[in-house]
């Protein structure tokens, strides 16, 4: 009985031996995983073959890209969207990403159009390909009324929210080390986090603090504007050339009749009411 138990041990053993070296011929697991990432996009000719584009927005960040409550995508971004779809003969398939999860989605081909407030910086452009941009945006930072920041000095000694993989948290890691920064994958949990004072303040696109002020009482956009202003444009996965192109040439086309405009009548106005100044935030056909 003890020898027949141990030649069941031995043969365990060696099935697990043999697994290991199986599993992960070429390299560590991080190379395996890292590898498993990586998918191929789906070229424009592929997309109007199967009659569907999927594309990836926020679902939770209003009013660029949120989910209303019949769980309808809506927004800035969520309009534009519409309108590739139409021009383009298909159907939409949108997938909710987080803004670290933004490339990622791109450079698996889990999406084929990040359009999801993605602010274009030399850092992404290495990893995904941008199209021409659509609108432009600084950083603003929202805060209490009763506590109100109205200058980075403000955030001395205190806690700034911030979303992991935005503009927010490497502006505020390279130009103020000293602030000590409050991480969140989501922007729901964000705003929650400011509500709750689990910090003094929340940084992002000054687009949306403004947006989210008027909505919640008793907080203000205590500093409207921060930082240079960046564009906000469609990626794709890089050297996608074909789906790029038809991007470019639908942003070009569609300044003809001032789309970008009238999606901010259709989707924003109604938020910042005259608060904000569309010439600040639109652009059309690519031009800044």
Not at 15 to 34: I, K
Not at 36 to 53: F, H, P, Q, Y
Not at 155 to 174: D, M, R, S
Request: proline share 3%; glycine share 8%; charged share 25%.
């Amino acid at each position: 009985m003890k020898l027949k138990l141990k030649q069941i041990i031995a043969t365990a053993l060696a099935l697990s031996l043999f697994a290991g070296c199986s599993g992960n011929p070429g390299g560590s697991s991080s190379e395996t995983d890292e590898t498993a990432k990586v998918g191929n996009a789906r070229t424009l000719d592929e997309i109007k073959e199967s009659g569907k584009v999927v594309i990836g927005v926020f679902s939770d960040k209003a009013p660029f890209g949120y989910v209303d409550d019949t769980g309808k995508y809506q927004g800035y971004d969520v309009y534009f969207a519409e309108r590739i779809g139409k021009d383009l003969g298909v159907s939409i398939e949108y997938v909710s990403v987080e803004p670290a999860s933004r490339v990622e989605f791109l450079q698996s081909a889990r999406v084929d159009i990040i359009l999801a407030n993605f602010t274009k910086t030399e850092e992404r452009a290495e990893k995904v390909d941008f199209a021409l941009p659509y609108m432009k945006v600084a950083l603003g930072v929202v805060s209490p009324d009763n506590a109100l920041i109205t200058d980075v000095g403000d955030l001395n000694g205190k806690k700034l929210i911030i979303v992991k993989g935005t503009t927010a948290e490497t502006y505020f890691e390279k130009n103020h080390p000293e602030v000590e920064l409050v991480k969140y994958d989501a922007y729901s949990d964000a705003y929650n986090a400011l509500i709750d004072g689990r910090g003094a303040a929340f940084s992002t696109d000054n687009t949306e603090v403004l947006a989210w002020a008027i909505q919640n009482q008793g907080f203000t956009a205590g500093i409207e504007s921060l930082g240079e202003y960046d564009t906000i444009n469609p990626a794709v996965q890089k050297g996608n050339t074909t789906l790029l192109e038809w991007l470019n040439s639908e942003i070009e086309a569609l300044a003809e009749e001032n789309f970008f405009h009238t999606n901010f009548e259709v989707t924003l106005k109604p938020v910042y009411g005259d608060k904000v100044d569309p010439e600040n935030l639109v652009v059309e056909g690519g031009i800044v």
